[in-house]
């Protein structure tokens, strides 16, 4: 990692490390002038590049109360590409009003360094990066005012520099903050990338959210109120966040594998691609086993490159090992029996379901879905 001193570039980072990022934040209060107002102003950006999975997380903000609030997010893995952005504020109002919305869109030959270029340069979430000594736009840092106070640290055990920059002037007092951190995981998810699915850390534990209710009350600050699930304990709990608040995101990484035989003890899964192998535990496997058999392709979840989940896929195909008689006729009935098939899984069959057959059946409610 080079110095801060120097030009800092995400490329350069990658150099070294597959996986990268760096996280930028400005803050200056003070009284404008020209404006004839206190002002407060905010901009931050953050971008993770991971070049194994082709993935790139851009995250651009500006507050510039209480004239404009501007925020722009990027989020890539392969070809798929979710963007949000949002305007808001007094002159968002003049140039034809707030908007804010998000879209899904691909990239066919998805590079995440030329991604992270023109999302920067194009000026997305309305942020520009400092100029170099060249004056050329670009990510370093080296003009600073000669009244300007700095502090560098760089810790080379933890991969890990930080500068701040004070300085007051005729508009008041800036401070300037930025970090580089190779190993950390520096996205953040807000209240408006909320959604069932996503990938969170709570208390320092990976947690996934399942229900997202958002709430906007006649009086008083909109909010969102997340139900999340614990990937390490399998416990469930609830948690509000006001609009504007951001949770770190969970670095889980998702691997289709093969599930290969179990001892009793562990459960054997194969990447169908590099063939490595990994064995998981009876605990993190839990219900699962009554879904899966040999050669089934499942999802396997790492954290800290640890399995913490197993997902059987949707649907399954198993046989029906023990059931009362089928009764010829009762196809229109409705009716249903219990059935214990060859995992020892027991769900609700139709009447004329006989012992032998092979049944569909979804795994996320375990409903029988028709016979092969």
């Not at 179990?262 to 009876?282: A, K, L, R, V």
């Not at 032998?356 to 375990?366: A, L, M």
Request: one cysteine or more; a negative charge.
């Amino acid at each position: 990692m080079t110095a801060m001193e120097d030009e800092m570039g995400i490329g350069a980072l990658l150099e070294e490390s597959p996986r990268a990022g760096y996280s930028y934040t400005m803050n200056m209060n003070g009284f404008d002038p020209e404006m004839g107002m206190e002002i407060d102003v905010t901009s931050t950006q953050q971008v993770m590049v991971d070049l194994n999975s082709d993935s790139v997380y851009i995250h651009t903000a500006m507050s510039y109360v209480p004239m404009i609030t501007m925020e722009y997010t990027h989020a890539q893995v392969g070809e798929v590409v979710n963007i949000h952005y949002s305007l808001s504020g007094m002159m968002a109002a003049q140039a034809g009003g707030a908007d804010s919305g998000s879209y899904q869109t691909r990239d066919s030959t998805p590079n995440v360094l030329d991604t992270v270029a023109s999302v920067l340069d194009s000026g997305e979430g309305m942020l520009e990066l400092p100029e170099s000594e060249e004056g050329e736009e670009g990510d370093g840092f080296d003009q600073l005012p000669e009244n300007a106070t700095t502090e560098i640290t760089y810790n080379s055990g933890e991969r890990t520099q930080s500068m701040s920059v004070h300085l007051v002037d005729e508009m008041g007092e800036m401070t300037m903050n930025i970090t580089i951190d190779e190993n950390e995981n520096l996205v953040s998810y807000s209240t408006s990338d909320f959604r069932v699915g996503l990938k969170i850390l709570i208390d320092n534990d990976p947690c996934v959210i399942i229900e997202e209710e958002f709430n906007k009350p006649g009086k008083g600050q909109a909010f969102s109120k997340i139900k999340f699930r614990n990937y390490l304990t399998g416990r469930v709990g609830e948690k509000t966040c006001k609009v504007g608040e951001s949770i770190e995101s969970a670095d889980v990484e998702e691997l289709d594998m093969q599930f290969l035989y179990s001892d009793g003890q562990s459960w054997y899964f194969m990447h169908p691609e590099n063939y490595e192998q990994i064995d998981i535990s009876s605990k993190v496997v839990g219900e699962l086993e009554q879904w899966i058999t040999e050669e089934d392709i499942c999802k396997v979840l790492l954290w800290d490159e640890k399995p913490i989940s197993v997902i059987a896929p949707n649907f399954v195909d198993l046989v029906v090992a023990q059931t009362d008689p089928g009764v010829k006729g009762d196809t229109a009935t409705g009716g249903t029996k219990p059935a214990t098939l060859s995992t020892g899984v027991i769900v609700k069959v139709p009447l004329f379901i006989s012992e032998g057959e092979i049944i569909t059946v979804d795994t996320r409610n375990g409903e029988y879905q028709g016979r092969k």
